[in-house]
């Protein structure tokens, strides 16, 4: 993703923040470097959170601790950011659910996991109205659940909606780019509000990504 930043949008602000323990962990780090010397508006930010007795703050690193969303608003101006997370799972549920309690909206804060895993989002007070309340023309079923649900406008995407009425699904990034969340269509369509970065195979869709289009089963 760096990379492709700096080489097709190289005016784009990017910064960086690489959470290890000491100087023996990071990948890349002289690639990362030299990309930082090179392109002004990439700012990298290195965070050892256990130093070796000979690594030096502002030299060998420039932040001792974990990457957290103190940082962050320390650091970062106030600019509508996207924010992208990856990562073991204790290390998302603090950043994701620390930029949504400073504020960040659902929308601009993107995470993946490594292996696959969720993370428990702050309550959506959407989520919470019974399913009686609104009335839909457009039903979802979950096949493997055995649900048959009305659909809720302004529920958010179907993975949203299925976590909502109890249909566990594995998800991980939730926002289209790993297909940890691809489900088979049995019947209906669904609709993307932008294309996902990931190729769903024919017949199945990303529930982190789309919206019933017509009533719809799925394998869920």
């Known amino acids: 993703m760096l990379n492709w930043c700096v080489a097709e949008q190289p005016g784009r602000e990017v910064s960086l923040y690489y959470g290890v323990r000491n100087s023996s962990e990071p990948i890349k780090r002289s690639h990362l470097e030299a990309l930082a010397a090179t392109y002004p508006n990439f700012h990298l930010r290195l965070c ?18 974990r990457v957290d969303v103190a940082l962050f608003r320390t650091e970062l101006p106030l600019k509508p950011y996207h924010f992208y997370i990856c990562g073991p799972t204790p290390m998302m549920e603090s950043l ?20 696959p895993a969720s993370i428990k989002r702050s309550a959506n007070p ?24 009305p659909w809720q406008p302004g529920m958010g995407s179907l993975l ?5 009425n109890g249909v566990k699904v594995e998800s991980s990034c939730r926002a289209g780019s790993c297909g940890c969340c691809q489900t088979t269509i049995k019947t209906g369509e669904v609709a993307y509000g932008h294309a996902p970065d990931f190729d769903p195979e024919p017949g199945s869709c990303l529930l982190c990504s789309c919206t019933p289009k017509t009533s719809v089963t799925l394998e869920a």
């Open 48 to 65: 050892f959170s256990d130093p070796l007795p000979g690594d030096q703050l502002g030299h060998d690193y420039h932040h001792q601790g």
């Open 96 to 115: 994701v659910l620390g930029l949504e309690d400073w504020g960040v909206p659902e929308s601009r804060i993107h995470y993946e996991a490594f292996g």
């Open 126 to 149: 959407t989520a919470v109205e019974p399913v009686a309340a609104i009335q839909s023309d457009i039903v979802v079923t979950f096949a493997k659940s055995s649900k048959q649900i």
């Open 160 to 164: 949203d909606f299925a976590e909502a």
